[in-house]
C-alpha cells in the first residue's frame, strides 16, 4: 500500500511542479488569452510522457538514470505540444514558442528539486520502505555489503534479518515462508559473491514465488556487467558491450556540441573569469594561470589550463609532505588530492569550491584538446594505476564535467573514478550528455565538497 503512496506523491509532486512553473511564468507574460489550452492540453500530453518514460517507477536506480528518463519525459512532451501551438493562427505564436520554451526547461529543475524533496521526507518520515531478507555466504561478504547497502540500497530499504546461504538451502518451503511472514518481508537481496552461478541460481529457485522482489548482487569483479547490454539471439541470452565514443558519427557530433557550449561559455563566464584573474593578482606574487601536462585522447599529452590555486613552488612542497608525512601520502594515494591541502591560496579555496579554477578549461575544449564531458583528465604519473581501463577512457577525450562530477567528485577513490568514467566512453549518449550538463551545477554549487 505504501509504495502506490509513495506513487501517489511523486505524481501530485509534478503536477505541482507544473502548475508553479506554468503560472510563475504566465505572471510575467499577456498571454491570458491561450492559458485554458496550453495547461490542460499541455498536461495530459505530459503526463502521458511521463508515465511512458516510467519516470513513476520505484526501480533502486540512481540520480543519473532517473534525471534521465525524467529530461526524456519533458523533452518529448515539449516536443509535442511545439507542434501543438504551431498550429495557432495567432500573431502572437513566436512569443508562445518562447513561453513554452522556458516553461520547459523551468519545470524539468523543478521537477528535480521537488522529487529530491519528497524523497528525503519519505525517507526521514518512513513513508515507503521495503523490508529486506539479507542472504550471504561469508562474513566477507557481509562486511563488503555493508559499504555497498549505504551507498545505494539503503535509500527504500531496511534489512529485517540476515541468513547464511547454506542455512537458506537446508531450509524447507515452509520454513522460508514463516521467516518471510514473522518479519513482514517484501524483498531478498542475495549478496554472495564468493559463490558458483549454479549455486546463486538454486538460491533464487528457493525464493521463487515467496517474495515480491528479488535481487542477486554478482561479483562485478570477474565480469563488468554493469557495462554490459542484454539482447536475444535466436532465444539465446547474449552479453554485449559497446565503446559508443569510438563511432565516429558519434565523435563528430560530440565536436559539432563542443565548439558550441564552449564558445557559449566562454562567453557567459568572461566577467567571472577576469574578476577571478584580478584577485589572485591581488592576493599572491605569481602567473593567473597554472598550465600542466595532462593525458588526453589516445594517450596524446597535453596542457590543460586553470586559474592558479596554489602557491608558488606548490609541487616542491607536495613532495616534501608526502616524505615526512605517512598519512598524508596514504591520502593522495587514495584520492589523487589532499582534503585540507595547505598549499591553496584563500581565493584559490573558493574557486575550487565552487569550481572556478576550471573555467579556462573552456579553451581547451575550443581548441579541441577537451570535450565539455568526458572522463577526467588524467596526470601522466596516473597512467599505469588505470590499469587497463586506460585503453577504454583513453579512447575519448577529457572532459569539463563528467559523471566523476555528479557522482562524488572528491568522495571517490581513484578506482571508483576510473570505473565510473569506463562506464561512460562505453554507454555514452547525447541524453547521458545533457543529464550530466544540467546536474553539473547542482554538484558544484550545492555538494560543495572540495579538496
Same mark, same amino acid.
Request: charged residues 25%; contains cysteine.
Given at each position: ?141 557481509? @562486511? ?6 549505504? @551507498? ?300
Amino acid at each position: 500500500m505504501r509504495r502506490y503512496f509513495f506513487r501517489l506523491l511523486l505524481i501530485l509532486g509534478d503536477l505541482f511542479s507544473y502548475l508553479v512553473s506554468f503560472f510563475i511564468l504566465l505572471y510575467f507574460s499577456n498571454l491570458f488569452d491561450y492559458t485554458p489550452q496550453l495547461l490542460i492540453v499541455n498536461g495530459v500530453i505530459f503526463f502521458i510522457f511521463m508515465l511512458i518514460e516510467e519516470t513513476y517507477s520505484l526501480k533502486e536506480e540512481d540520480i543519473i538514470k532517473k534525471t534521465f528518463f525524467i529530461l526524456k519525459g519533458v523533452f518529448f512532451s515539449y516536443f509535442i505540444s511545439f507542434l501543438f501551438v504551431y498550429n495557432y493562427q495567432t500573431e502572437e505564436k513566436k512569443y508562445l514558442f518562447g513561453f513554452l520554451t522556458i516553461w520547459y526547461v523551468s519545470l524539468y529543475f523543478i521537477i528535480i528539486l521537488i522529487r529530491y524533496i519528497l524523497e528525503k521526507l519519505a525517507v526521514k518520515w518512513n513513508i515507503y520502505f521495503r523490508k529486506t531478507l539479507l542472504v550471504i555466504s561469508t562474513r566477507e561478504d557481509k @562486511k563488503v555489503f555493508k559499504d555497498i547497502f549505504y @551507498k545505494g540500497f539503503s535509500r527504500i530499504n531496511r534489512i529485517r534479518c540476515v541468513v547464511k546461504a547454506d542455512k537458506l538451502m537446508k531450509m524447507s518451503d515452509d520454513e522460508i515462508n514463516q521467516l518471510i511472514k514473522r518479519h513482514n518481508l517484501s524483498q531478498v537481496i542475495i549478496f554472495a559473491k564468493n559463490t558458483k552461478f549454479e549455486e546463486l541460481m538454486r538460491l533464487e529457485e528457493k525464493l521463487e514465488g515467496k517474495v515480491y522482489f528479488i535481487k542477486i548482487v554478482p561479483d562485478f569483479n570477474q565480469l563488468q556487467l554493469a557495462e554490459m547490454e542484454v539482447i536475444y539471439i535466436n532465444e539465446n541470452l547474449v552479453l554485449e558491450t559497446r565503446q559508443r565514443l569510438l563511432s565516429p558519427y558519434r565523435i563528430w557530433v560530440k565536436r559539432f556540441i563542443d565548439i558550441i557550449l564552449s564558445i557559449f561559455f566562454i562567453v557567459l563566464f568572461s566577467p567571472v573569469m577576469i574578476i577571478t584573474a584580478i584577485f589572485i593578482k591581488l592576493e599572491s606574487p605569481g602567473p593567473v594561470f597554472f598550465r600542466q601536462k595532462r593525458l588526453g585522447k589516445k594517450k596524446n599529452v597535453f596542457y590543460a589550463w586553470k586559474f592558479r590555486s596554489m602557491f608558488q613552488n606548490a609541487e616542491e612542497k607536495l613532495q616534501i609532505m608526502l616524505k615526512e608525512n605517512e598519512e598524508v601520502r596514504k591520502e593522495y594515494e587514495k584520492y589523487a588530492k589532499l582534503k585540507n591541502d595547505p598549499r591553496i591560496t584563500r581565493v584559490g579555496q573558493f574557486i575550487r569550491k565552487y569550481s572556478i579554477d576550471e573555467l579556462p578549461q573552456f579553451f581547451n575544449v575550443f581548441s579541441g584538446d577537451m570535450s565539455i564531458m568526458g572522463p577526467r583528465p588524467y596526470l601522466l604519473s596516473e597512467l599505469e594505476k588505470m590499469g587497463y581501463k586506460a585503453n577504454i577512457i583513453l579512447s575519448a577525450k577529457p572532459g569539463v564535467t563528467g559523471l566523476w562530477q555528479i557522482r562524488g567528485r572528491n568522495e571517490l577513490t581513484f578506482d571508483e573514478r576510473v570505473q565510473l568514467e569506463s562506464y561512460y566512453v562505453k554507454n555514452w549518449t547525447l541524453w547521458l550528455d545533457i543529464v550530466i550538463l544540467f546536474l553539473t551545477p547542482y554538484a558544484v554549487i550545492l555538494k560543495r565538497k572540495t579538496g
